[in-house]
């Protein structure tokens, strides 16, 4: 699991110039949901990076999808993403 959490941070920042970023793995406050998998995770990104905050929160929020597309068509089922100054 760290394996991949290093992966995501990676991708995140050969697109994106981060300060620092810290995944928090809430997977376990969802067992027993109706459509919970052991094999995708639930996800809160906890970004600080100058960059993000300078544009408005949506789009910065989109370009983190963007670039965790493809995670999150596999390996993440809910991302929650808080852009911290």
């Known amino acids: 699991m760290k394996n991949?959490?290093?992966?995501?941070?990676k991708k995140l920042k050969k697109e994106i110039i981060?300060?620092?970023i810290l995944i928090?793995?809430?997977s376990h406050k969802h067992r027993g949901h109706k459509?919970?998998?052991?094999?995708?995770?639930?996800?809160?990104?906890k970004?600080?990076?100058?960059?993000?905050?300078?544009?408005?929160r949506i789009n910065a929020q989109k370009l983190v999808m963007k670039i965790?597309?493809?995670?999150?068509?596999?390996?993440i089922h809910a991302l929650e993403i808080s852009?911290?100054?």
Do not use: A, G, Q, W
């Open 68 to 75: 965790l597309r493809d995670d999150l068509e596999t390996k």
């Open 83 to 85: 852009i911290e100054k």
């Open 24 to 26: 928090v793995d809430n």
């Open 18 to 20: 981060i300060e620092d």
């Open 35 to 45: 459509f919970f998998s052991s094999e995708k995770f639930h996800l809160h990104l």
């Open 4 to 9: 991949y959490f290093d992966e995501i941070c």
């Open 47 to 56: 970004i600080r990076s100058l960059y993000l905050n300078s544009l408005p």
